[in-house]
């Protein structure tokens, strides 16, 4: 027997155990390897419809949340609502209010149509300084 | 002198493309020679299993380092002797210079048939190796395992190839003489 001989046949038990070894080194790397390889255009071609599902089912989403958002009813009108007892009253008291000052302007032109106090218009006051 | 990995067609070029059938063969072929190897540094059986699997990671990282396929084996053998002689380092915390005897050491190829041992002397050669100081005994044990030459040696081991030529003079001559007071 050769020196190498004796030296490996020394160790052949062991064996198994490097085939376990050399089998776990191998997974690492078919594992790392993997994902490095740029994907077949199958691949890519599935995923892009894969992606175009999730994609339609997301817009489908966020267009229902923007439907509901559109259709509930504002919040702060609500609030307004709450206390509109309160604001009838003085609703009611500038309704009045408008309409004094309304009859008050109305009385003025009425007034200021029957009275002498504003001069009279030029094409009333001339044909009386011709005829004199 | 041809390398056992020399005569070999080994599918570096293949692992080197990412092919993980041709890291499983490299690493079939090499796994035990290896672990023979840090064995012979770190004498525990699952510290030893554990630097394979490191070897094994790093050469799968680095392979873009290498240079030359067909120093696949050199290669994978430097990477083992790193490992091991870092944990050998870490455990001993003290190198003892055992065998730094440089000088003159006489040429020559070993006598044909000069290691054929029969299977009863087999167990009489691992105490004579394993009684060998470590710096000696590893560059034998790179020596008998895969027949490199000491250019390769001088590689692996980060040491000049008069230092490789002197540490596998004096182990063989060790050896020898171990294996002869064993016999009388």
Do not use: C
């Amino acid at each position: 027997m050769t020196p190498r001989e004796i030296l490996l046949q020394q160790h052949r038990k062991i064996e198994p155990r490097l085939d376990a070894v050399r089998r776990e080194v191998l997974a690492d790397l078919h594992r790392t390897e993997s994902p490095r390889r740029s994907p077949s255009p199958a691949a890519a071609r599935s995923w892009f419809g894969a992606g175009r599902w999730r994609f339609i089912a997301l817009a489908t989403a966020w267009l229902i949340v923007i439907l509901l958002q559109v259709d509930l009813p504002d919040p702060i009108p609500a609030l307004a609502h709450s206390d509109a007892a309160l604001s009838t009253r003085q609703l009611t008291l500038n309704v009045r209010e408008n309409r004094r000052q309304l009859f008050e302007s109305l009385d003025l032109s009425t007034r200021a149509a029957s009275g002498s106090d504003e001069p009279a218009p030029r094409s009333a006051v001339q044909p009386k300084l011709f005829n004199a | 002198m041809l390398a056992v990995a020399d005569i070999e067609q080994l599918p570096v070029a293949e692992a080197r493309a990412g092919d993980s059938q041709a890291w499983d063969a490299l690493f079939r072929r090499y796994q035990l020679p290896l672990y023979t190897y840090i064995y012979e540094w770190v004498r525990d059986e699952q510290t030893a299993l554990d630097l394979v699997q490191e070897v094994f990671i790093r050469a799968v990282r680095h392979l873009g380092t290498l240079r030359e396929d067909a120093k696949f084996g050199s290669w994978l053998f430097g990477i083992a002797h790193q490992q091991a002689a870092q944990y050998w380092r870490k455990r001993q915390r003290h190198l003892v210079a055992l065998d730094e005897v440089e000088g003159e050491v006489p040429d020559g190829p070993e006598e044909p048939g000069e290691w054929l041992l029969r299977q009863e002397d087999n167990t009489r050669f691992l105490q004579a190796l394993e009684r060998l100081p470590i710096l000696q005994r590893s560059v034998l044990v790179l020596h008998f395992m895969e027949e490199l030459s000491l250019e390769e040696i001088a590689g692996i081991t980060g040491v000049g190839i008069g230092t490789v030529k002197s540490r596998l003079f004096y182990a063989r001559q060790a050896l020898r003489r171990l294996l002869e007071e064993d016999k009388s």
